[in-house]
T-cell receptor, first 113, second 116 residues
């Protein structure tokens, strides 16, 4: 089966711009999670979508937002980019059932200059 | 606040040495536990998971982990490491409250280097 796919693989933006990251979950998976992997900070939970609704949100400012589409794909939007937003953004999907592990994509490397 | 702590940020071992990576979580309720591995240049992969039942779980590539509820721990072990085990290892916990799962919480990771 095809895994979780993310696009683009690399994204370079300047401070103040907006970035849009995309994620396609594994077929049949209804839950999508977004994580930020910044250097030295490990993986930090950003957002969780299930069945088109935001289920939970991590400790990030409102300029981090997203949505999930009817086909369960998802977008992560980061507005007013700051230098410290430079990180690997990982998307993961799961079937949405309790006790289901997450399957991760390869990530989008966002660089803010 | 719920959290996951990994004790060692960097571990260097020689091939054939035994490995134990520590992981503790802070949450008194229902919890599912995971270990993920990220090999250089690759995406995160699930090593093993604990949901319930036997607290000693076996995963891929000879890894195992033991859930000790009284210690809030889920340490990862491997009796004899190989050079190919060089990677970043993440412990994660899915903690359930009344409203359902609160999202997967990750530790900061342990960078494991195996010297040939």
């Amino acid at each position: 089966e095809a895994g979780v796919t993310q696009s683009p693989t690399h994204l370079i933006k300047t401070r103040g711009q907006q970035a849009t990251l995309r994620c396609s979950p594994i077929s049949g998976h209804t839950s999508v999670y977004w994580y930020q992997q910044a250097l030295g900070l490990g993986l930090q939970f950003l957002l969780w979508y299930d069945e088109g609704e935001e289920r939970n949100r991590g400790n990030f400012p409102p300029r981090f937002s997203g949505r999930q589409f009817p086909n369960y794909s998802s977008e992560l939007n980061v507005n007013a980019l700051e230098l410290e937003d430079s990180a690997l953004y990982l998307c993961a999907s799961s079937p949405g059932r309790k006790n289901s592990p997450l399957h991760f994509g390869n990530g989008t490397r966002l660089t803010v200059t | 606040a719920q959290s996951v702590s990994q004790h060692n940020h960097h571990v260097i071992l020689s091939e054939a040495a035994s490995l134990e990576l520590g992981c503790n979580y802070s949450y008194g309720g229902t919890v599912n536990l995971f270990w993920y591995v990220q090999y250089p240049g690759q995406h995160l992969q699930l090593l093993l998971k604990y949901f319930s039942g036997d607290p000693l779980v076996k995963g891929i590539k000879g890894f195992e982990a033991e859930f000790i509820k009284s210690k809030f721990s889920f340490n990862l072990r491997k009796p004899s490491v190989q050079w190919s085990d060089t990677a970043e290892y993440f412990c994660a916990a899915l903690m359930y409250s009344g409203g359902g799962a609160d999202g997967l919480t990750f530790g900061k990771g342990t960078h494991l280097i195996i010297q040939p």
